[in-house]
C-alpha cells in the first residue's frame, strides 16, 4: 500500500496489524508543529487503543515507507480478543511497550535541548553503524526542520559531523560524546 495515513481526532472502523513497512505515529498541535511519538514496524497494532475505547485517534499515522497491513473490523478485533488468549498477550504486550517508549519520549522531549536530542541520535545511531538522513533525525526529535538546519550546521562548523547529499556521518565520536556532556 502505497499511502496509508489517520488523521488525530477522526474515529476509524478498522484495527490494523503492520505486516510490512514503516509508519510514523505522531501529534499535530493546532499551530501545525509534527511531535514523532514513534515509528512502528513489523508487527505493530495500529488503532487498537481507539478501537477498544471507542473513541477517535489519540495521533496520526502516515507510512514511511510502502507499507502491508491486515485490517480488521473492530467489532472483530474486540472479538478476537475474548476468544484468544494468546492475541490478547500479544496486544497487551504491544501496549506496554508503546507506553515504555512514549515514557522514555516525554522524558527526552521535556528535559533536552533539541540540539542533545540530535546529539544522543547521532551517538547511538553510530553506534549501531546505522545511516542518519534528515529525515531520520526529524522523527526522532522534538525540534523544527528550520532548528535542526541550524543544529547541524553548528556540529559541522565544529568538524564533528559531515553532511554528503542527504547522509549525516559522525566523524569524531569523541568530541560528540564531549559536547553532550557539556552540553546535559
Known amino acids: ?29 493546532a499551530g501545525g508543529k509534527a511531535v514523532a511519538l514513534d515509528i512502528y514496524e513489523k508487527g505493530a497494532f495500529i488503532g487498537e487503543q ?13 507510512n514511511l515507507t510502502p507499507v502491508t497491513v491486515l485490517r480488521i473490523p473492530n467489532e ?32 527526552r522531549y521535556s528535559l533536552h535541548s533539541a540540539l542533545d536530542q540530535t546529539i544522543s541520535y547521532l551517538i547511538w545511531a553510530t553506534r549501531r553503524n546505522q545511516v542518519v538522513t534528515r529525515t531520520n533525525l526529524l522523527n526522532e526529535i522534538d525540534t523544527s526542520s528550520r532548528n535542526l538546519n541550524r ?34
Do not use: C, H
Not at 50 to 62: C, F, I, M, R
Open 1 to 29: 500500500m502505497d499511502e496509508f495515513q489517520f488523521d488525530q481526532g477522526t474515529q476509524y472502523d478498522n484495527t490494523y496489524i503492520l505486516a510490512a513497512g514503516k509508519v510514523k505515529i505522531y501529534l499535530m498541535s
Open 50 to 62: 481507539e478501537a477498544l475505547l471507542d473513541k477517535p485517534y489519540s495521533a496520526s499515522v502516515v
Open 76 to 107: 472483530v478485533f474486540k472479538i478476537w480478543l475474548k476468544e484468544d488468549q494468546q492475541f490478547s498477550q500479544k496486544l497487551i504486550a504491544n501496549l506496554a511497550a508503546q507506553i515504555y517508549t512514549l515514557t522514555n519520549r516525554t522524558e
Open 151 to 184: 543544529i547541524i550546521k553548528q556540529l559541522r562548523d565544529l568538524d564533528v559531523i559531515t553532511v554528503d547529499k542527504s547522509q549525516i556521518v559522525v566523524t569524531d565520536l569523541p568530541q560528540l560524546i564531549t559536547i553532550l556532556r557539556n552540553e546535559g
